[in-house]
């Protein structure tokens, strides 16, 4: 399969403010996410996570290595991907259907048959009928599958997702998450997830790449072999649990 995005020896480094000590958040950072994969990231709080998730959507300039996206250096953001952030950024202003098109309008107009597309997105995220609310009326759950739908709009190969779930209920949670590999396996898409949450990332990826404390650097990489479709029952499977306590232990060993 080919590489999708490839981070070699990434390093980032926050140069602060005043007389701030710079902070070294990325420390050599090597990745390959294949065409196609789902592949999550678990390490520390504060360890870096975020941060290569900006850089390689370009949103952040690196201090070393490269990024490459489709076999090509990337120098910024670019409608190949799209950023799905941990707490709800839409638009308070904007309804549903506001939301969604909204980087549309930007990037590429909309037509019919860009209109039809928008439609079966909202479909496909569960928001059929909401698509004249505004986000102070949707719940939790539903201000995050308007994210994602928001993400989805612009036809990116590549979804970035930033602990996308951590703002809602457990319940909730579980069922975003069946929903996210049912989006995935319907659109193709590579998935590049941070979460904190290490049942999650197993239940979700083929691999899971485990970051040490900050400065991140790859402790380990994991590929997740249970079969798909996956289901709740999964969840509990001693399988699963097999590679969750792997993953904890880790996090937890020291460095
Ligand atoms: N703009 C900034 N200026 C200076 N330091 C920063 C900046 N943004 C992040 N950092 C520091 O860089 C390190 C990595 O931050 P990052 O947000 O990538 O961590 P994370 O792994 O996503 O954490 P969490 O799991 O809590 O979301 C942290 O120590 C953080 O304090
Ligand atoms: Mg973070």
Known sequence: MSKKIVTRNVSVIYRGKHDREPVLACNGIDLEVEEGAFVSIVGPSGCGKTTI?????????????????????????????????????????????????????????????????????????????????????????????????????????????????????????????????????RTQKTMLFVTHDIAEAVFLSDKVVVFSARPAQVRETINIDIPRPRSLETKLSPVLQGYVKRVWNLIDAPS
Do not use: C
Request: aromatic residues 6%; proline residues 4%.
């Open 53 to 185: 998730l900006y850089a390689i959507d370009g949103l952040l300039s690196i201090n070393g290595g490269e990024i490459l996206v489709n076999d090509k250096r990337i120098t910024g953001p670019g409608i190949d991907r799209a950023l799905v952030f941990q707490s709800a950024s839409l638009l308070p202003w904007r309804t549903v259907w506001g939301n969604i098109t909204y980087g549309l309008k930007l990037h590429n107009g909309l037509d019919q048959e860009r209109l039809a597309k928008i439609q079966s997105l909202i479909d496909l995220v569960g928001l059929r009928g909401f698509e004249k609310r505004y986000p102070s009326e949707l719940s939790g759950g539903m201000q995050q599958r308007a994210n994602l739908a928001r993400a989805l709009a612009v036809d990116p190969d590549i979804l970035l997702l930033d602990e996308p779930f951590a703002s809602v209920d457990a319940q909730t949670r579980e069922k975003l998450q069946i929903e996210l590999t049912q989006i995935w396996q």
